[in-house]
Structures are given as structure tokens and as C-alpha cells.
């Protein structure tokens, strides 16, 4: 019996609704890129030193402060570091399978030295896949892929699928000369929609998230990461990627996706009113890319839901953003009830299930 249907069977046992995640995270050892890159990388690697108050990172010269530490820990799941508990807090939350973002791995995407940043995504590739990904098969990651050099980013794709990777992580913020809607990419995403692997963009990433610091500033900045997921996807669909790649699909995780069909509508207003102007032409309207490549994934909004009937946007994931602060660790099962109860069988199990097994084939497949 395939995961999906025991989670289709079990998904009412004890009163439990059982999901799969498609936006978790893993939390990497203090040692990865000391223990598994030479000195002279190493040492420019990211790397966090903890103070009293904040959290310092270090980025290849660069250094950014974060106020975390002992209230973020004290937060956490108990599996954070701890594959074996891990999987306890999966079957304790009703979480079958995750599809698990880098934390310190996100800061890949600031290295500005071609060597080094390949260098860093292909160790933290193979720690997934050698220390995680090949002890359980629940638990899954897509491969870091290093972004200076395009030629780089399809070596590390290729290497990723036959590692048995089953997507690519993207930060969302990019420099406008090196946008994801541009020509440049092409090799990339046609490399990826020949291998079958997604494209997974996580919110928060790429950019600086404190942008604002006036009053509301804590809600400002968090709607601030949000933004860039939508630049994403207007980008892809505008500048043509994903008409000229049909086969390709994208996940924008974490950030929401009640969104999604309604900036589908913004565009098809502007391709139809502005037609004169538009280039390239496209062969479908923007909202039909969207519909059909397109993904994205939430945890708490209730909106996300409700509109999918009303839109027919099924492109839509759950996430439990396990073991972070935002995420639904110890009221998961409070959070798929409100969110699930009373709703159709057919959109909680394409919510819960089905979009994530259509991302992720090898999940339904697996024993």
C-alpha cells in the first residue's frame, strides 16, 4: 500500500487528519562546511556565532545580526537536530512526508565567489543526501543549486537527479540584471524540465527581510518576504520561461497562496489591455500558465482554502514549516481541523495529498 493511500485510509483514524508538508526545513550541524570543504572555503562558508542576545551570521565576509537564540530554541520541536525524534514529531503532528528547505543553506545564494559558492552547495548536498535523505524516506530536500555561474547551476541540477534529488531550491530575490525571467536561465530550466525536477522557491530568501522599522514594523517585514514569491512567478510566466517550458513546474512556498489565480487575473488584464506593448507573446494567457505549472504552498490561512472552489486553483500545498517559529509544531493537528473541517474530501485530499504527489511522484510511489 502506497503512502498516499494509508494517508487516504488513516486520514480520520482517532480523529487525525493525516498531510504531507511541502515547506519544512532542515537544520544543518554547526560542522558541515568545516568538516567537508578545505580551509581556505571553509572559513568564508556561512557560519553563526551566538552571543547573549544575537546571532551572528557570516557570509563570505559579510556579517548580518539576527535577535534569536535561547527564545528561538527554546521554541523548537524536539527533533530539530534529531532525525530519530524527528520522525517521532512527524507521526505525533499526523505529517507524513516533508519536503525540507535548507536554514543555513539559504545564505548560499549571497556568496558572490563562483568557487566557493559551488563549493558550499555541493556539500550541503551531499550532507542531505548522505546524512538524511538516504537514513528514512519521509523526510526529503531539494538540492541547493549554485547561481553564478548558469553552467555550474545545470552540472549541479544533473548531479542533483542522479543523486536522486527530486527538485531544486531557488531563492526568491535576485538582482534585477540577473532576473529569473531573463534569457540568461534558459540552459537551467530547460536542463530542469528535462530531468522532471521543480523549481522550489522559498520566501524570505535572496533579499533583506527588515525592511521597515516603524510602527507595525514586525507584520510590515513579514509581509515583506511574501512579495518576492510573486515577483517569481510574474517574471516566469511574463517573460516567457514557462510557455517555452511546459513540462516545468514551480512551487512558491510559504508564502500563502490565496494569491496565486489573483495575480493570474492581474496579468491576463495587463496582456490583453496592454497587448501593444507585450513581449514576448505568449501561447496561453498568463493565468493558464499559471494554473497549470504553478504551485504553492501555506499553513495557517484559512483563505488559502476558501478560494479554491470558487477560483478552481488546486495548485495548493500544506506546509507544517517544521521547526520554525512561524510554523504549526504542536497545534498541527488544531490547525488541519480549523482549516479542514466541513471542506469538500476532494480539495483537502488535493491540499493535503495530491498536489505534493503530483510535485513529487517518487513520494506516492515509495513504499
Known amino acids: 500500500m502506497t503512502k498516499a493511500m494509508l494517508a487516504t485510509e488513516a486520514r480520520t483514524e482517532e480523529g487525525k487528519i493525516w498531510a504531507h508538508s511541502g515547506d519544512s526545513h532542515l537544520m544543518e550541524p554547526d560542522d558541515l562546511w568545516t568538516s567537508r570543504l578545505p580551509k581556505r572555503l571553509a572559513d568564508r562558508a556561512p557560519r553563526s556565532e551566538r552571543g547573549e542576545k544575537y546571532e551572528i551570521l557570516y557570509i563570505d565576509g559579510t556579517q548580518i545580526d539576527r535577535q534569536l537564540n535561547d527564545f528561538m530554541d527554546a521554541m523548537r520541536p524536539p527533533g530539530f537536530k534529531d532525525l530519530k525524534i524527528r520522525l517521532q514529531d512527524l507521526d505525533q503532528e499526523g505529517v507524513r512526508s516533508q519536503l525540507a528547505f535548507p536554514s543555513m543553506g539559504f545564505w548560499t545564494c549571497n556568496i558572490r565567489d563562483v568557487e566557493l559558492e559551488n563549493a558550499v552547495a555541493r556539500a550541503w548536498n551531499d550532507w542531505a543526501m548522505e546524512d538524511v535523505m538516504s537514513a528514512q524516506d519521509r523526510i526529503f530536500a531539494p538540492a541547493i543549486v549554485p547561481l553564478m555561474d548558469v553552467g555550474n547551476a545545470v552540472a549541479e541540477a544533473e548531479r542533483a537527479a542522479e543523486m536522486g534529488f527530486q527538485g531544486l531550491f531557488f531563492p526568491c530575490g535576485i538582482d534585477d540584471d540577473r532576473a529569473w525571467g531573463l534569457d540568461l536561465w534558459e540552459p537551467l530550466w530547460a536542463k530542469a524540465e528535462e530531468l522532471g525536477l521543480p523549481l522550489t ?43 517555452r517550458h511546459p513540462d516545468l513546474k514551480v512551487l512558491i512556498a510559504e508564502g500563502g497562496s490565496g494569491w496565486v489565480p489573483a495575480i493570474g487575473d492581474r496579468m491576463d488584464e495587463a496582456y490583453r489591455q496592454h497587448g501593444m506593448f507585450v513581449r514576448p507573446r505568449l501561447s496561453r494567457l498568463p493565468s493558464e500558465i499559471i494554473r497549470q505549472q504553478v504551485y504553492a504552498s501555506f499553513q495557517h490561512d484559512i483563505s488559502g482554502v476558501q478560494v479554491i472552489e470558487g477560483t478552481k486553483y488546486y495548485n495548493v500545498l500544506w506546509g507544517d514549516d517544521y521547526p520554525h517559529l512561524e510554523g504549526t509544531y504542536g497545534h498541527t493537528q488544531e490547525t488541519l481541523h480549523t482549516l479542514f473541517d466541513g471542506v469538500d474530501t476532494s480539495i483537502r485530499d488535493r491540499v493535503l495529498h495530491g498536489s505534493f504527489e503530483e510535485l513529487f511522484p517518487a513520494v506516492a510511489a515509495a513504499p
Open 201 to 243: 522557491f522559498h520566501i524570505g530568501t535572496g533579499a533583506q527581510n527588515v525592511v521597515y522599522r516603524g510602527p507595525g514594523g514586525a507584520v510590515v517585514n513579514y509581509m515583506e518576504t511574501t512579495y518576492p514569491g510573486m515577483r517569481v512567478v510574474t517574471h516566469l510566466v511574463a517573460g516567457g520561461a514557462l510557455d
